[in-house]
């Protein structure tokens, strides 16, 4: 059985800063990539960052020099460092495992606001 749990979501004031993390844990396999994509009512899941891995990474025009995600391949566990929080960074965050099979978490709320 797999699982992908996301953990560090909550409110926050502008400015401030949270740190999400997603552990994942079951029969996966080959894991070459995590990723975490946010998602507001009515709009598109977007792809926020990306990490391969060997580091390499990828972010949304929207938060780069703001959110920095890293990962804990011993612990198949991704971070996203999210700083400089603007109330358009509110959304649910989820977390995506790429591995033989793709596997996404439950999501966790951000909200962003004074």
């Known amino acids: 059985q797999v699982q992908v749990v996301e953990s560090g979501g909550g409110l926050v004031q502008p400015g401030g800063s949270l740190r999400l993390s997603c552990a994942a844990s079951g029969s996966i396999f080959n894991i070459y990539a995590m990723a975490w994509y946010r998602q507001v009512p009515g709009k598109q899941r977007e792809l926020v960052a990306s990490i391969g891995s060997v580091g390499t990474t990828t972010y949304a025009d929207s938060v780069k020099g703001r959110f920095t995600i890293s990962r804990d391949n011993a612990k198949s566990t991704v971070y996203l460092q999210m700083n400089s929080l603007k109330p358009e960074d509110t959304a649910v965050y989820y977390c995506?495992?790429?591995?033989?099979?793709?596997?996404w978490g439950q999501g966790t709320q951000v909200t962003v606001s004074s």
């Open positions: 995506k495992v790429y591995a033989v099979s793709n596997y």
